[in-house]
């Protein structure tokens, strides 16, 4: 599941030529003299020119009959009225909910994007104009259950000009209701010329739900370490884009940087004594997603992208020199994974647990004497030894109540044989998809070309139009692909680049899987409103790249509004 | 004092093929195929490849004899012992302060730095070693006057292991015992295998203070927008450095967000009707940043720089078709600056205003034919109305109790006519700062050859070693060299990538004015430390670059630590 970087940054070296055109850097070193060199101490004062060309115009008019609610809600009508937003908006939680401190929270936040440019203390109301002055959510269920499939629909209404000052939100449980308050915190908008936060086109009414019940983010901890601030950034982006798994990618060949109780000696594998997550922060990261209505699904990948491991355990590796896949003869291997499940298992309550699975390379166990003459013993080639090892991590996962995911290789090398309530992810061969779910198997489409994140040269427009049931016909095959999932390998990112390498384009990905097909299926459509969105990001602190770039997280190329670029 | 942004891309761009080497690329091309087309469908798995080579070790020590904390304080000294800090530490506000809710806040927000692997809940602290239980800071004034000179200086007392309970921190006012804050926060450090918040080195006693008086950054809010939120963000990492003015380059040519009561019409000429300033704002933007011992120094630049206010008033222009300077020639003009700079005084309350006054061609104003009659029966040169103009703003601005800033050209034009309180920001010629103040007029220096953050070949190491006071022998002549300033022009900056741009290369410069000079003279002490700051900035939330990399705000190049890229 990883992916090719080299290839991507000589790709992007070739396009970056291509676009400032060659001759143009040959002209520049022949006038400069120094292009390649260091840099010249004199900087030539042409930037102004450019400036004095510019011709700045009347400002840009944002607003449009589009609906700007991304995702875009499943159904809705709206009106042509506008409502004025009372900055004093009370919170009125009825239903059957008991403890509303996470609707409470949720509120204060939502009230912190909704009136920013505002104050309470100047506030001076119209006497003549109705206002929105409570927002009334209705929970059905007490549950405070999250998992996968769990409801997250809702209805939202928000009243006619002239009706009453009460806006309306239902839900089934506070997951759907969170996702209420998003789409309610997107219909405000802050008039620079009244000075209040006015609803458009009133009245509203919006029926709600997610065409998928899966809608992932991986982030890599592995590659770089992301601080709990960078991890609790991501996930509160991810519900600005309604997306609702966080696939927290932890360990890897490179550094292991969670505390295992268990096997204390483990996170002797991470890059340095602080670059680590003691098991409170994980689950603090639990904890912090769910109140967004966002599930943890942690991986362990294994037998290989493991190395890290044997830093504090040596007996995990084959040999010193050949460090993975970890060593399938040995029983202190299985008893560390044990031990590491039973730990996650304190901390990940989600349905999912990621068991990696991907690219073994057995190599190293047949050059390895004692595993060699191991599977000799046992009478296993070096396939049927990673067959054994993934079924056996498998058997362990579903013993403490885990439904095990893997990433596809384990289905295309011994699908047979995988647990029947395994979800198989999806990320490298062609049309596999349909292959999965004809075998009976659940699924998570990752398909690389298109919904891997580290690929800098994949524009918006194909990780808006990647669709996961693509050559399914019968609802049964269909209902089995679960969802999707994009995937923000760490080889190249890191908490000064994430954002912007993960926004604007993961939240194409997250209408896809979202919205109903036929609304989200143009480009020329989605455009502005993604653009809008990006500017909403931009306001909620979120570093999102420009939408028109062709390269993913480059800065913008000129001065321009948000809204264009 | 606007940057060459397509040299520098140039100059990037060559650059990132001298790394990658063309051979590579041609060889990838012909391997490929289609480098420089779309993209392939089906990515090679390479990567893994390179994980399967990837020797992981054992976690880096990233304690040492260096003092960690940036800028480098003045004095210091220390000893071998430990401090554990209590999560539950208790603020203790001693001295003259009447209301402390400014220390309040700042001691919660740098808790929340301090302790964020940690919670109370679990806490189960060692009864036979001692704990740091009390912060008591003894502020001497009450005032809460901040301005240009005021007083930042502040002890901090880290008692021995055996020795009492309480931390001391004296200073002569809020703002120092702000820094003094930052630098407790910064001694302080989560172990993960004690999992306390541990200071080692103690005791520490520390007596700290700036070495310049103006430690300044500008945005730029014209050529891209930058949202509230965003604004706060480097407000927050300005105080990590110790930066303490915000130079806010509000309005240019391409955009002008800002509202100016008095002449509602000026904001006409923002991108769009969302991407503004209310008055409210900025006066939000001025307390956040005082609460955090930051002024903010706003720019009004004319007469370049200005054509984005005639979109509401186009009677500015000497023409719709020549947009700047601004007409000189019409009352109307200096009415409307005189106006804007009246609403300023309301919610700018910095002892400083800066006019710009740089990079005016004149052409404009002797094309324009009424100005040219103008210009004939005032019997005046171009260059002598564009002294009048500047010479008049200033007259304005200082009868509203500033003192005026203004780029480096009016002085090179027409020096000896400025207003002697003066203060000229140096940012293009060589070798100017001692003409500057051999006349007697105040500076800030901020050369663009090495401190201008949107040069992205300008690394760390020349922002660190840019000497403000070189070639100044005199006492005198130094005293007037205020301090310096790291400026990030918008034209490639939007709230994706500023972040990155600014950071880790604005702390070089900041320890540069803060610390004494002996201290912050060798890159090969800073680089630990500086790599050190950096991963403090993620695990703030700021999305500092890698240290290491050639060209600013690029990504890291492959995995690794944090503290070694």
Redesign the interface.
């Known amino acids: 599941m ?6 991507s ?3 992007n ?6 676009r ?1 055109l060659m001759i ?2 040959l002209l ?2 022949m006038f ?1 003299g120094e ?2 060199g260091y ?1 010249s ?8 020119k450019t ?2 060309k ?9 607003e449009a009959n589009e609906t700007w609610v991304w995702p875009m809600p499943a159904e809705w009508t709206s009106g042509e009225g506008t409502l004025i937003v009372d900055p004093k908006l009370e919170l009125v939680v009825q239903g059957s909910l008991s403890e509303s401190d996470v609707m409470e929270e949720a509120f204060e936040r939502y009230c912190g994007h909704i009136f ?4 309470i203390m ?1 506030l001076r109301l119209p006497s003549d104009v109705p206002i929105l002055q409570r927002l009334v959510i209705n929970v059905i269920s007490d549950s405070q259950t999250l998992q996968l499939g769990t409801d997250e629909s809702y209805t939202l209404t928000i009243p006619a000009s002239d009706k009453a000052s009460d806006v309306y939100l239902e839900a089934s449980n506070i997951y759907g209701a969170l996702r209420g308050l998003e789409t309610f915190s997107q219909l405000c ?2 008039n ?2 009244t ?1 209040f936060v006015q609803i458009p086109r009133t009245p509203w009414s919006i029926r709600d739900k997610p065409r998928f019940q899966f809608r992932g983010l991986l982030i890599d901890t ?4 992301l ?4 991890i609790k ?1 991501v996930i509160d982006s991810m519900a600005y884009a309604k997306l609702n798994v966080l696939h927290w990618h932890i360990v ?5 940087p969670l ?1 295992i109780p268990s096997y204390p000696g483990l ?10 997550y ?1 098991m ?2 994980a689950a ?1 990261i639990v904890e912090y997603a769910r109140r967004r209505g966002i599930n943890v699904m942690p991986e362990l990948d294994t037998p ?2 493991a ?2 491991w ?2 504090g355990y040596t007996q995990l590796w084959p040999t010193p020199d050949c ?2 896949p970890l060593d399938v003869s040995s029983k202190f291997t299985f008893e560390v994974i044990g031990g590491i499940l039973a730990d996650f298992r304190k901390v990940f309550p989600f349905d999912l647990m990621h068991l990696g699975g991907d ?1 073994v ?1 057995t190599t190293c166990w047949n050059e390895t004497e004692h595993i060699h003459h191991w599977l000799k013993e046992k009478d296993l080639t070096p396939h049927d030894a990673y067959a054994t090892f993934v079924l056996e991590v498998q058997k362990t996962a579903r013993k403490l109540g885990w439904a095990p995911v893997n990433w596809e290789e384990p289905f295309t090398e011994f699908g047979d044989l995988l647990s029947p309530d395994t979800v198989v992810h999806e990320w ?1 061969s ?1 049309n596999l998809v349909p292959e999965i779910v004809n075998k009976g198997y659940r699924c998570i489409v990752s398909n ?2 298109v919904w ?1 994140l580290d ?1 800098l ?2 524009e918006w427009e194909l990780f808006y139009l990647n669709e996961p049931l693509t050559d399914l016909n019968s609802r049964e095959q269909q209902e089995l692909v679960i969802g999707g999932e994009v995937c923000m390998w ?12 993960i ?1 604007p384009r993961a939240a194409a990905a997250a209408e896809r899987l979202w919205s109903p097909k036929y609304l989200a299926n143009s480009t020329d459509r989605a455009l502005p409103r993604l653009q809008r969105f990006r ?1 909403l990001l ?9 939408v028109k770039n062709y390269y993913a ?13």
């Open positions: 990883s992916s090719n970087r080299l290839r940054m000589a790709v070296s070739m396009g970056t030529i291509g400032t143009f850097l520049a070193m400069e292009v390649c840099r101490k004199q900087w030539r004062r042409s930037f102004s400036d004095m510019y011709k700045p115009r009347k400002p840009l008019q944002i920013v440019h505002q104050t100047n908008r802050f620079f010329e000075k592995s590659r770089h370490y601080p709990l601030e960078t950034k890897d060949t490179q550094s292991f505390e996170w002797e594998g991470s890059y340095t004594k602080t670059e680590r003691t409170e922060d603090n290989g992208h190395a890290s044997g830093v460090q993975q690219e390379d490298y062609s690389q070309d891997y690929h040269d994949v760490g080889e190249t990112a890191d908490p000064g680049d994430i954002e912007a390498t926004w500017c931009h306001e909620r602190g979120v570093g999102a790249a420009p997280r480059e800065g913008p190329e000129e001065p321009g509004s948000c809204y264009d670029q």
